[in-house]
C-alpha cells in the first residue's frame, strides 16, 4: 500500500502505537508487573519511566519462547553501574519467570530519546512501538510519525557500520547457546532493515517478521527466499545454526549497499 494509510497507520497516514497493556496476556501479566517493581527498587528517583516493547505488550508472545524487552529512561544520563544494573535485573528476571526465553534492558536517558538527534530514531521508537508502564510517558512530548525516507535511514541506515562487529562477534561465538542467541538477535535485525527498507513504499507497518519479509519481498524477488530464511531463523535460531554465516557474507552487506542507494546514511552518533 502506497496511500498512506496502510496497515498499524491512522486514518492521517501515521503511525499508531503498537503495543497497551491490556494486551497483555494472562501467563505475560505477573511478568509485567514484576519489571515495573524491579525496575523501580534498582533505579528509584532516578528512574524517569519504563516501557515495554516486542511481542508481551502487543499481546503475541509465546510461553517459553518469546523474550522480555523493557526500556529505561533515567532522569541523568546511564553510567556503567547503572548498566550493570539493567544487566542484572534481566538476569534477574529470565530467571525467575519460566514463561520467557531471555529479558532485555535498554537503558538510556530521558534528554537523549527527546533530543533532536534521535528524534527519528530512539524518539519514534519510544514514540510507536514501546508501550508505557510507568511514569510520565516520553511520547506525549515527541511529534506524531509516517514511514518515510527519513525515519528508514535514521531507525536502520547504519548496517554498513555495524556489520563488521556483527561478522566479528558471529565468528568468535563458541557455545550453541551463544551462538543461538546470536542468531536470533541479528536475524530480527537484518529482517527489520529489509522491512524498513521497503517501509515508505508499502505505506505502513508492522512488527511481525514473517509480514515484514512478505514486504521486503514483494519489492526484492531475488532476495525474497533469504529473507524468509531469516525471519525464520529469528523464530527458531537452534533449527538453522549454519545459516547466520551465510546472511552475514552475502544478504547482510548486499542490504547495507541497497540501503545506503535508497536511503543515505544514518547521522553519526557521537
Not at 497507520?9 to 497483555?24: K, P, T, V
Not at 534477574?92 to 527527546?114: C, T
Not at 547504519?158 to 561478522?167: A, C, E, H, I, Y
Request: net charge negative.
Amino acid at each position: 500500500m502506497t496511500d498512506g494509510t496502510g496497515p498499524g497507520l491512522d486514518q492521517d497516514g501515521c503511525f499508531l502505537r503498537e503495543g497497551a497493556l491490556a494486551r497483555i496476556t494472562e501467563e505475560f501479566a505477573p511478568v509485567a508487573a514484576a519489571a515495573r517493581e524491579r525496575s523501580a527498587a534498582r533505579f528509584g528517583d532516578r528512574l524517569h519511566s519504563a516501557y515495554l516493547y516486542g511481542s508481551i505488550p502487543r499481546g503475541t508472545a509465546v510461553p517459553g519462547v518469546s523474550d522480555l524487552d523493557l526500556l529505561l529512561a533515567l532522569h541523568e544520563p546511564p553510567t556503567p553501574d547503572d548498566h550493570a544494573a539493567a544487566d542484572a535485573l534481566g538476569a534477574e528476571l529470565d530467571a525467575a519467570f519460566p514463561q520467557i526465553d531471555g529479558a532485555g534492558v535498554l537503558l538510556d536517558g530521558a534528554a537523549r530519546l527527546l533530543s533532536d538527534l534521535e528524534r527519528y530514531d530512539l524518539g519514534w521508537f519510544v514514540a510507536c512501538l514501546c508501550t508505557p508502564l510507568s511514569g510520565p510517558d516520553l511520547a506525549e512530548r515527541l511529534p506524531r510519525y509516517r514511514p518515510t525516507s527519513l525515519l528508514a535511514r535514521e531507525t536502520n541506515g547504519d548496517l554498513f557500520r555495524v556489520l563488521p562487529g556483527m561478522r566479528a562477534r558471529a565468528a568468535a561465538a563458541r557455545t550453541e547457546e551463544e551462538r543461538r542467541r546470536l542468531t536470533r538477535g541479528m536475524t530480527r535485525r537484518l529482517v527489520r532493515t529489509g522491512f524498513t527498507l521497503v517501509m515508505p513504499w508499502w505505506g505502513g507497518w508492522t512488527s511481525d517478521l514473517a509480514e515484514m519479509a512478505e514486504a521486503f519481498g514483494r519489492y526484492y524477488p531475488a532476495r525474497a527466499e533469504q529473507m524468509r530464511a531469516a525471519a525464520r531463523a529469528a523464530r527458531a535460531p537452534a533449527d538453522h545454526p549454519a545459516l547466520l554465516d551465510e546472511l552475514l557474507s552475502d544478504l547482510a552487506p548486499w542490504l547495507a549497499d541497497e540501503y545506503l542507494a535508497v536511503h543515505g546514511p544514518k547521522a553519526p552518533r557521537p
